[in-house]
């Protein structure tokens, strides 16, 4: 009776898993190593200026952070700063 109930949340959660694989702690740009908690100075200096760079709103007007978006070869880098600090790392390719 339960048997089914766990396969499907089993079969669920193993469906969600390849798009958190996606998010990290951390990216490499070169030889230096970004972590989440680094400050955005440490990111600019270590991997430049930015392809692009979005606000992060909670509503139109309150400002929660910025994305930085960075281009190297074939993946793109999306690092979320909130307070100064790295808070996500994402990347595709």
Same mark, same amino acid.
């Given at each position: 009776?339960?048997?089914?109930?766990?396969?499907?949340?089993?079969?669920?959660?193993?469906?969600?898993?390849?798009?958190?694989?996606?998010?990290?702690? #951390?990216?490499?740009?070169?030889?230096?190593?970004?972590?989440?908690? /680094?400050?955005?100075?440490?990111?600019?200096?270590?991997?430049?200026?930015?392809?692009? $760079? #979005?606000?992060?709103?909670?509503? $139109?007007?309150?400002?929660?952070? #910025?994305?930085?978006?960075?281009?190297?070869?074939? $993946?793109?880098?999306?690092?979320?700063?909130? /307070?100064?600090?790295?808070?996500?790392? /994402?990347?595709?390719?």
């Amino acid at each position: 009776m339960y048997l089914p109930r766990l396969f499907s949340l089993v079969l669920l959660l193993a469906s969600v898993v390849p798009t958190v694989a996606n998010a990290a702690q #951390s990216v490499r740009f070169g030889s230096a190593l970004i972590v989440v908690g /680094d400050t955005e100075a440490k990111v600019l200096a270590v991997a430049g200026k930015p392809a692009a $760079r #979005s606000a992060i709103k909670a509503t $139109r007007t309150q400002y929660q952070g #910025s994305r930085l978006q960075f281009i190297e070869g074939n $993946r793109t880098i999306i690092i979320e700063i909130r /307070d100064g600090k790295v808070t996500r790392i /994402d990347h595709k390719g």
